[in-house]
Nanobody, 123 residues
Framework: VQLQASGGGSVQAGDSLRLSCAAS????????MGWFRQAPGKEREFVAV????????YYSDSVKGRFAISRDNTKNTAYLQMNSLKPEDTAVYYC?????????????????WGQGTLVTVSS
C-alpha cells in the first residue's frame, strides 16, 4: 500500500495550491481519506477528512472556509484544495486512509500514511 502526496510548493500569502494523494494497493472508495499537517516545531494536526461516501466532510476550524477536500474514486485519488493561504499554513501535509465505519479526526486511527508534501507560504 502506498499513498503518494504531491502538489506542495512555495507560494505567497493569498495564493492557492491543490494537493493530491494518489493511492496504490488500496481502493480509496473503501476508506475515509484525511489530510493532516505538521508545522515546524509543532505536533501533527488534523486538517480535513472526507468520508467514503464522498459527501460528508470535516475541517479544522483553522482551515474551514478556505480549504476543500474531495476525492475522485475513478482516479483513486484524494485532493485538498487550499485557497487564501496564510503563512501559518506552512507545514508538511500528509494524507492518510482510515478504513473505519465512522468518520474520525484522530490520527492514531488511520491505517495508512503518505510521505508528506511541503507547503511554504510567505507573507
Amino acid at each position: 500500500v502506498q499513498l503518494q502526496a504531491s502538489g506542495g510548493g512555495s507560494v505567497q500569502a493569498g495564493d492557492s495550491l491543490r494537493l493530491s494523494c494518489a493511492a496504490s494497493g488500496l481502493t480509496v472508495s473503501s476508506y475515509h481519506m484525511g489530510w493532516f499537517r505538521q508545522a515546524p516545531g509543532k505536533e501533527r494536526e488534523f486538517v480535513a477528512v472526507i468520508a467514503q461516501n464522498g459527501i460528508t466532510t470535516y475541517y479544522s476550524d483553522s482551515v474551514k472556509g478556505r480549504f476543500a477536500i474531495s476525492r475522485d474514486n475513478t482516479k483513486n485519488t484524494a485532493y485538498l484544495q487550499m485557497n487564501s493561504l496564510k503563512p501559518e499554513d506552512t507545514a508538511v501535509y500528509y494524507c492518510a486512509a482510515d478504513r473505519a465505519t465512522i468518520l474520525r479526526r484522530e490520527q492514531k486511527w488511520y491505517d495508512y500514511w503518505g510521505q508528506g508534501t511541503l507547503v511554504t507560504v510567505s507573507s
